[in-house]
């Protein structure tokens, strides 16, 4: 599997995301414990909730994961339903 990543910064980027993930469907955001406890990531997070039908959070990764990384934190979560 090829994961696709987009990235985006500076002033009024939480503006921009919804251009971004317009007609997507499902959404992949990989972070981790520290970065997701930030006021501006959450909120992120609950406008990503809003606008796209499935939000999968992996906020378990080590520090600049891998794809490799990644995919067995995906796994790990099919496995456990």
């Known amino acids: 599997m090829n994961i696709n990543s987009t990235l985006l910064s500076g002033f009024q980027a939480l503006n921009d995301i919804g251009y971004v993930i317009q007609n997507r469907r499902s959404l992949l955001l990989v972070t981790d414990k520290n970065v997701i406890a930030i006021p501006a990531v959450t909120a ?32 790990s979560r099919v496995d456990a339903r």
Do not use: G, K, N
């Open 44 to 75: 992120l997070v609950d406008q990503l909730r809003t606008q796209a039908e499935t939000l999968i959070v992996l906020d378990d990764v080590p520090p600049e994961p891998s794809q490799h990384d990644v995919m067995t934190q995906l796994e």
